[in-house]
């Protein structure tokens, strides 16, 4: 009898197995599915949204973001645990974790950046989609003129602290790529620490601070460990923190409030990159309009001296005069552009080095989000609304985005 119970009980555990494999590689294939498709149409992010009978699939292109499908309910632990299980996650918890992976559709290498976020009703995953060998450089992410000019000094310094903060969807990590790659020169050494919630990354910065590179460049710089111990490095290496915030005084003001040593960041502190982005018209099937006279009105109001705005756009494109039109999305699309009217982003960056009334505000701590603000906006190289606007004008991107 005794041998009987034990020989169900092995079926029983043998089928369960059986059911998990096959589940596993149900959610594999699903997966595969998703990330294939979000490839296809050009998604620079994928995310899993649960909710209380489905989830919901949503795809950010050209920095929108765009549901995609409905999938069933029943679907999502085991393509969460998928996911997971590619970038080597903890299953059993549910606190939030970071981790990656790659992998090969259709021929593509891609890097995929996985993000678990704990809800009630279910895990929220957020898997940011980037090329494993992005070619892409500044000048075609969008930095132009006077704003790629200074960069490229900054980036030639010998020490010091550069801040590079980006809002969600502006393509952050493909300009901390193209930086990299701009810094990979035979007389060189650059290392790469990547900032995690699961791991220690102050650790990892004092193990690459060892073989004493010439530029670090931090991905996800928060935290007072890790921050304390990039301005420290800042005095004798150019140290690129990465950081994800809505402005750039909101990034600097973190960063002052978690650093110990004030005097030090306001020492090393070179200055802040922000870089927003807005969907690039698709060249095929754009629409152009005349400009009207409130337009024109609104161009004269904020910009009543029109010389630098005129010499950063001859500077850029090579044209004697701004043109008198602007161009909208063409609603239906075309092949060209998967019938979206947009065909990539395009980035919109400010640049404003470090004044010395901005250091001085670091160290006698009395810095805060609008006397930031008011310091970074006065040094901006180029403000951000004026390239903005040359870009407009020049038929990257739409009218109305000017406007928002």
């Known amino acids: 009898m005794q041998r009987v119970v034990y020989a169900a009980s092995a079926k029983i555990t043998n089928r369960l197995e059986s059911l998990d494999k096959r589940g596993s590689r149900e959610a594999d294939s699903l997966l595969q599915l998703l990330l294939r498709d979000a490839i296809k149409r050009r998604a620079s992010s994928l995310h899993l949204e649960p909710q209380t ?8 292109i050209d920095g929108r973001l765009l549901r995609s499908k409905i999938i069933s309910k029943h679907l999502h632990d085991p393509l969460v645990a998928a996911i997971k299980r590619q970038a080597e996650l903890d299953d059993q918890t549910f606190l939030p974790q970071n981790g990656s992976f790659t992998i090969e559709i259709a021929h593509q290498p891609t890097s995929i950046h996985a993000t678990c976020l704990p809800t009630l009703i279910g895990e929220r995953i957020v898997l940011h989609l980037e090329p494993a060998e992005p070619t892409t450089s500044l000048q075609q992410l969008g930095y132009w003129g006077s704003p790629l000019t200074e960069l490229g000094r900054w980036l030639a310094l010998p020490r010091g602290l550069i801040l590079l903060v980006g809002d969600h969807g502006s393509q952050l990590q493909q300009t901390s790529a193209a930086i990299m790659r701009l810094l990979q020169q035979p007389s060189l050494r650059v290392a790469h620490v990547s900032g995690s919630t699961s791991r220690q990354p102050s650790a990892k910065l004092n193990l690459a601070l060892i073989d004493n590179p010439d530029v670090i460049l931090i991905n996800n710089l928060s935290g007072s460990d890790l921050i304390d111990t990039a301005v420290s490095a800042a005095a004798s290496h150019l140290v690129i923190g990465v950081t ?20 030090s960041l306001s020492r090393f502190l070179v200055g802040v990159v922000f870089q927003s982005s807005e969907a690039l018209l698709c060249p095929i099937c754009r629409q152009v309009h005349p400009l009207s006279s409130v337009q024109q009105k609104l161009i004269s109001t904020h910009y009543p001296d029109m010389g ?3 010499g950063h756009y001859r500077s850029t494109y090579g044209l004697p005069s701004i043109p008198a039109a602007c161009y909208s999305r063409e609603p239906k699309g075309c092949k ?6 947009t065909n ?7 640049i404003s080095p470090a004044s010395i009334r901005l250091k001085r505000l670091i160290i006698n701590g009395d810095i805060s989000l609008r006397t930031a603000q008011s310091e970074l906006r006065k040094s901006a190289i180029l403000k951000s609304d004026a390239d903005h606007l040359t870009k407009a004008l020049a038929g990257h991107i739409e009218w109305r985005s000017l406007a928002a």
């Not at 060209?336 to 009217?341: D, I, K, M, Q, V």
Request: charged share 15%.
């Open 336 to 341: 060209a552009c998967h019938h979206s009217g």
């Open 308 to 310: 630098e705005l005129l």
């Open 344 to 350: 990539g982003q395009i980035a919109i960056p400010e």
């Open 244 to 263: 994800s915030a809505a402005s750039a005084e909101a990034a600097l003001l973190e960063v002052a409030s978690w650093a110990s040593d004030q005097y």
């Open 53 to 60: 009978t489905s989830t919901i699939v949503r795809l950010r």
